[in-house]
């Protein structure tokens, strides 16, 4: 009988044991229930906060200088809501001082603004006669040049000159003697064909020459 009476107190301090634990547990719950509405209800504030001022924000930029006069949204808040929304304001001052603002770039000109020169003969830039973005005219130098394909030039074309010469005289000469029944005919020819051929190289060499001079110049 006494070892019964031991059991049965056991049991009822385990009974109690328990059920303290499971009211520990209840509250312990009843907290987070508690902490997560407040959390919840501070979200849903803030919420409401921003939707009233985005929707005064629209109103005042949909509506024209004559609405903005008689359709204003006026949202009072108080400092404490102001705080908690995270909203902070600043007057507006007028900007001190230069700003300079520097931002690489590379300027590109349109092709079909380009102008390409070129001379004919290859040579050295000995000055340039006008400057960068320097409007031009027609005709007007802009560059001076040595070049050694442009002495060539003029040399052949004296060449060009004396061998003209010398074939226009031989051909004086052969036509006297050919009307003096002293040089054939065939010989005539060939000297008149001579002649023809020097005064082609003679235009020819002045034409050339002349090109080089007129870019060089």
Known sequence: MKHESTSDGSSGLQGRGDKTLEQSRQQKWTRISIMTALIASKRIIMSVLLSWLLLGAAASVNAGPAA???????ISLEERKIRAAGISTVPVEPERG???????????????????????ANGLVEAVLVATDENVTAGQPIARLRSPDLVEAQRQYLAAIADEALSADRLRRIRFLWESRVTPERELRVVETEA??????LDERAQILGLMENVGG
């Open 68 to 74: 903005d006069q008689s359709n204003d949204v006026m």
């Open 98 to 120: 230069e700003t300079e603002l520097s931002l690489p770039g590379t300027v590109a000109i349109p092709p079909s603004q380009l102008r390409v020169v070129a001379a004919p």
């Open 196 to 201: 023809v051929n020097a005064k082609s190289r």
